[in-house]
Every structure is written in C-alpha cells, then in structure tokens.
C-alpha cells in the first residue's frame, strides 16, 4: 500500500475550541479562500515556506553565505528574502542562531501524524474528545484527511472536520464518513460581498453544505463576527434563516474577530488589511446572538 503524505503546518495538542472535549487539532497546509481577516497566512501556500522575525534577526548575515539560490539579502539592515527565488531547502533556518527563521510546513505521512495523535488518547477518552482537521483548507487535501479521520475513527476518536465549505464536493464526500461532525464556516450569504471578502463566491459553499446536511453528520455553523464587514442585521438575519431552514438545524458559534495573527503577515512579508478594525464590542455580540436565536437555533459566542 502507498504511504498518503500530507503538508502539515501544526498540530495542536489540548485543543479546547475546535469540537467536544479535549482534543488535538491537526492543521493543513493549503486554501483556496484569502480571508481578508486570516489569522493563520501561513496556512494559505499549499507548500513549506521560510517566515523571519525581524525582532529576533541580529543582522549577521550568515543565511545570506549558505543561501544556494542568493535569495536573502539585507540592505541597510532591511532584510529581505525574494520568495520567488527561495526553494525552501531551510539551509539558511539551520544556521540562524538567533532563531529568526524558521521554515512553516511538513510532509508527513497519515501513520506519522496518527502516532502524534495518539499520544493525547487518554485525555480524548476521558473528555469526549478526539481528532480535528482544519487547515487551511481540508477540502485539499482529501485523501489524506480521510485516510487519517478513518484510521482515528477505527482508533476509537471522536473525529472532526473543520472546513470553509470551499473545495471539491467529491472530495468533502471522501471525508464525510469518516466524521463524527462538522464545523462549518459562513462569513457571507451575498455571493458579491463573499467574493470581496474572501476571493471567492459562496455558492459552492453553500452547495456543499447542502450535502452535509443530507448526509447526516451533524454539522456547527461558525461565523466570524468582522465589524463593518459582515457583521450586519441583515447578513446576520440571511445567515439564521438559511441554517433555520436546513433539516436538521444545528447550533451557531459566533466568533469575534481579532488581530492575534496579524504579527505572522510581516513574517511571510504579506499586508494586513485590517489592522484598523477592532474587535466587536459585547453589544454587537449580544445583538448578533439574539437575532440567531430569534430563528430558534441555539447560540454560543466563543472567547
Ligand atoms: S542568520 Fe538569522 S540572525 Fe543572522 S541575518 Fe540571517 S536571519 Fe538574521
Ligand atoms: S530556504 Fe533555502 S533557498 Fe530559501 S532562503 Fe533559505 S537557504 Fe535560501
């Protein structure tokens, strides 16, 4: 049998916000969408690649002597990698001793990443948790997510998949029965506004969440709560009444916007867009979580 490799750009032990129970989260490397608010870029490339902390570079100069390609350079101590040259070989990250590099993302295989998994069992067992993948996007890398759910399904794990709802509906029919529920995102029920806000339209997305509902996982609505962005009555309202009408309502965690990832943009030399918005105030929550639960779902805001 072939060994299924996956691009790995962290795994997360004692998880407590990614499904029931403890768990450990394992998160793919690779998205379609580009979420203006992302607050994990690194999670955006399919691919490995290098980030620098400036705050920790002392300027020596050794990654730009090792570098096979000369893709550093530092220019009146700005320093400055030229990632289309970069082929990620993380020669310069071996010699930094300052630890300002560092390359994000791993190949590894199913058997590797469910050895890692398996060391948390207890705790699963004990809390009711198990196993998330999230990304990223899991939706690109199917064979792997499926394979990995399954063999932690057969292990005994509570399994979860954690998805934006974009990607290929054969490749989220490859993963759905081998989990126990789905975390689904929705930032925006207009197709143009979705597209402004993430690159892409949501009518795959909402396609596909369609097809979890019939398939009968359960399925937990996430939605961002960005102010200005998406965060309107009438969003809102859209949001509770497409999942009101779905057979099988689930619940809704409403998720308060933050800048916690905005420091990994300079580290990967990409803008923050949203460096002005702030996080919504309890108001704003409050009313978000009323008018959901105006349609008779349940609601949670998640801090
Ligand atoms: S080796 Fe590390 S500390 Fe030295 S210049 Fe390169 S990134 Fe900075
Ligand atoms: S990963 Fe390799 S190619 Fe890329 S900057 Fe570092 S040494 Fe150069």
Same mark, same amino acid.
């Given at each position: ?14 998880? !407590? #916000? ?5 768990? @450990?989260?394992?998160?793919? *490397?690779?998205? %379609?969408?580009?979420? +203006? ?123 979860? !998949? #954690? ?5 290929? @509906?054969?490749?989220?029919? *490859?993963?759905? %029965?081998?989990?126990? +529920? ?122």
């Amino acid at each position: 049998m072939s060994t299924i490799i996956g691009t790995i750009f962290n795994i997360q032990r004692y998880s !407590l #916000d990614d499904g029931p129970g403890i768990r @450990t989260t394992v998160f793919l *490397k690779g998205c %379609p969408l580009e979420c +203006l608010w992302c607050s994990n870029p690194e999670s955006q490339n399919p691919w490995p690649e290098v980030t620098h902390r400036d705050a920790s570079c002392i300027k020596c100069g050794r990654c730009v002597e090792v570098c096979p390609v000369q893709a550093i350079s530092i220019n009146e101590n700005a320093f400055i990698i030229n990632r289309e040259k970069c082929t990620r070989c993380a020669k310069c990250t071996e010699v930094c001793s300052a630890e300002a590099l560092k390359i994000i993302g791993k190949e590894m295989s199913v058997e590797e990443v469910f050895i890692e998994v398996m060391r948390d069992i207890e705790y699963y067992q004990n809390s009711g948790g198990g196993i998330t993948v999230s990304g990223g996007e899991v939706l690109t890398q199917p064979e792997f997510a499926a394979n990995l759910l399954k063999k932690c399904r057969d292990a005994g794990m509570h399994t979860c !998949l #954690d998805t934006s709802g974009y990607g290929d @509906t054969g490749a989220l029919k *490859k993963i759905l %029965p081998y989990t126990s +529920l789905v975390l689904f995102d929705l930032k925006h029920m207009d197709p143009t506004a979705h597209h402004k806000l993430t690159g892409q339209s949501n009518e795959l997305i909402l396609r596909n969440l369609q097809v979890i509902v019939e398939s009968g996982v359960p399925v937990m609505i996430r939605v961002p709560i960005i102010p200005g962005l998406n965060d309107s009555e009438e969003n809102i309202k859209a949001i509770a009444r497409t999942v009101s009408g779905m057979t099988t309502a689930p619940r809704i965690d409403l998720l308060p916007y933050h800048r916690y990832g905005m420091g990994k943009y300079k580290m990967l030399d990409l803008e923050y867009q949203l460096a002005d918005i702030a996080r919504p105030s309890d108001e704003q929550l409050d009313r978000a979580k009323e008018i959901v639960e105006s349609y008779g779902l349940g609601c949670e805001i998640v801090v």
